[in-house]
């Protein structure tokens, strides 16, 4: 079957229904109604104009719909007092294609300072095969796109997106299996915490798991990405091609997560590059570019891991990575790389180093090491294997102690001189 042939079958123009988009007009009804016309799929379209949308009773599309906005389309929330909103809610449906124009909330008019769950768009429940493409997706209550609910969602699709200013996160990702996002950006995120750009965060509940990143921007949130399993419940999560730059926390925060890999990605200019603070298990960096940081550009420095049945922090391997004048807002104070378990919870286990390159190059340098690792029982084998590089850091190359940091094949070059 050719999911697309058979829904544009039948085409439907909302202003048939008296749709107005006139920036003044409550079309939610009209646009209902156009939507509930074709029940058995079809296209419905919308074309330019600003159409207001009551998202106290949102716009559901049908199952094997596509709702299509013409490049000067927008559907703008009315201000409501609504904790809890969406402007476009799919439930339980399959077969779905939201697509182009302009998708915008109410977050400067909200009536009340209560709430954190008006969303642009909420796919939830068992949804299956939703796509969402060439849409621009901002200033809502709490999240642009939602992915979650009580039941699990499969085969969801986010391509060449943008949500922009939103006020809880760009992209919230709660219970989902088989997530492809991609050519999109989650930018300038603030107002209601996580504050992600893009946030991987099941509930006790739920599971997220096989989940594709592939050439994302998250620049301007607190955070850019964050992957937080709280029952170890993330699996199966690539981020490729992407740039995590300019967030005023991390680039990228893990906890409680296993079988990540993050390959060709830049981390650049964030307040701390990388952080894997609790229970990684299974994490792989290759060709990952850390650079310019405020603060650090990896911290592993773990804190509260679990103890009963934890899975602490190891196997985490970094392939031809380079890690550069990091520390730039503290000069010698932080590092390219710093490994320390602070609280004693736990292990740190077989960190590995091929090929990457801890330097700075600036007249000043600012990086302190290119990687520090603590002296503790709790960190072990630290594995610096084939051809590592350390030039020009502040404090010499790297200081590590031979109890727990081992040279691999051959003896790491430190100032350039083997």
């Known amino acids: ?152 969602c499969y085969n969801i699709n986010i391509y060449n997106v943008t949500c922009n200013d939103n006020r809880r996160q760009g992209l919230s990702i709660i219970n989902v299996d088989r997530l492809t996002v991609r050519d999109s950006s989650f930018t300038n995120t603030a107002g209601k915490l996580p504050e992600c750009g893009i946030d991987i965060e099941p509930e006790h509940y739920s599971t997220v798991k096989n989940v594709i990143l592939d050439n994302i921007v998250c620049t301007g949130n607190r955070s850019g990405l964050e992957v937080f399993g709280w029952a170890n419940n993330v699996r199966n999560v690539r981020v490729l091609n992407s740039n995590m730059s300019d967030n005023k926390d991390f680039g990228l925060s893990l906890a409680f997560t296993s079988e990540i890999s993050v390959r060709d990605s830049k981390f650049r200019g964030n307040k701390n590059g990388i952080l894997m603070a609790r229970d990684n298990n299974i994490v792989l960096f290759s060709f990952c570019q850390i650079t310019d940081s405020k603060n650090a550009g990896v911290n592993i420095e773990t804190v509260l891991q679990t103890i009963d049945d ?41 960190i590995t180093f091929n090929q990457c390159v801890f330097i700075d190059d600036q007249d000043i340098p600012t990086q302190r090491f290119g990687l520090k690792v603590a002296n503790i029982p709790e960190v072990s084998n630290v594995l610096l294997g084939h051809g590592n590089y350390f030039k020009g850091n502040a404090t010499d190359g790297m200081s590590a102690n031979a109890n727990n940091t081992f040279a691999v094949v051959v003896k790491p070059i430190i100032n350039g001189n083997s």
């Open 310 to 350: 934890g899975i602490g922090t190891k196997n985490v391997v970094f392939n031809s990575c380079l890690f550069k004048n990091n520390s730039k807002n503290a000069p010698n104070l932080f590092d390219g790389v710093v490994i320390d378990n602070t609280d004693k919870r736990n292990i740190i286990d077989r």
């Open 1 to 152: 079957m050719n999911l697309e042939s058979e829904m544009v079958g039948v085409v439907i123009n909302v202003k048939r229904f008296g749709a107005k988009g006139d920036g003044v007009t409550d079309d939610t009804k009209a646009i209902q109604s156009a939507i509930n016309s074709i029940p058995n799929g079809g296209r419905v379209l919308i074309p330019n104009g600003t159409y207001i949308i009551n998202a106290e009773t949102p716009l559901t599309p049908l199952s094997n719909q596509t709702v299509s906005l013409s490049s000067n389309a927008k559907l703008k929330a009315k201000p409501n007092p609504d904790a809890s909103y969406q402007i476009i809610n799919i439930v339980e449906k399959e077969n779905v294609i939201i697509e182009g124009g302009f998708i915008e909330g109410e977050r400067y008019e909200h009536i009340g300072n209560t709430g954190e769950a008006g969303m642009g768009i909420s796919i939830v429940r068992n949804s299956k095969n939703i796509t969402i493409r060439n849409t621009h997706i901002s200033k809502c209550w709490a999240d642009g796109i939602y992915i979650g609910g009580s039941l699990p």
